[in-house]
C-alpha cells in the first residue's frame, strides 16, 4: 500500500470512468446539459450506494459510507469535467 486510504483514489477513479461513461449513454436522450450532469451523477451514486448496500450481505465485505462518498466524489468530477469540455 503506497498510502493510507488509497482504496478512496480507486473508488474515484473508477466511479469517474461510469460517470462518463453514463454521460455518453444519456446524451443521446437528455439534450439539457445540465440535466444531463446531474442525471449522470445521480446515476453513479445511487449504483455506488446499492454496491455499498450489496457488500453489507457478503461475508468478509464492509459497507462503507466513505467508500460511497468517493464513488460519489469520483463522478461529480467527471460531470463538472463533462460540462465544461464537452456539452452537448
Do not use: N
Not at 474515484?12 to 446524451?27: C, E, G, I
Not at 451523477?41 to 446499492?50: A, K, R
Request: a positive charge; aromatic letters at 16%.
Amino acid at each position: 500500500m503506497l498510502f493510507a486510504h488509497q482504496d478512496k483514489l480507486h473508488h474515484a477513479t473508477a466511479y469517474f470512468v461510469m460517470a462518463v461513461l453514463a454521460w455518453r449513454s444519456f446524451k443521446a436522450y437528455i439534450k439539457r446539459p445540465i440535466i444531463l450532469v446531474l442525471m449522470s451523477i445521480v446515476f453513479c451514486s445511487l449504483y455506488g450506494i446499492s454496491d455499498e448496500w450489496h457488500q453489507s450481505f457478503v461475508k468478509g465485505r464492509v459497507a462503507d459510507t466513505a467508500d460511497w462518498l468517493a464513488d460519489t466524489l469520483g463522478a461529480i468530477l467527471a460531470g463538472l469535467m463533462m460540462y465544461k469540455f464537452f456539452k452537448p
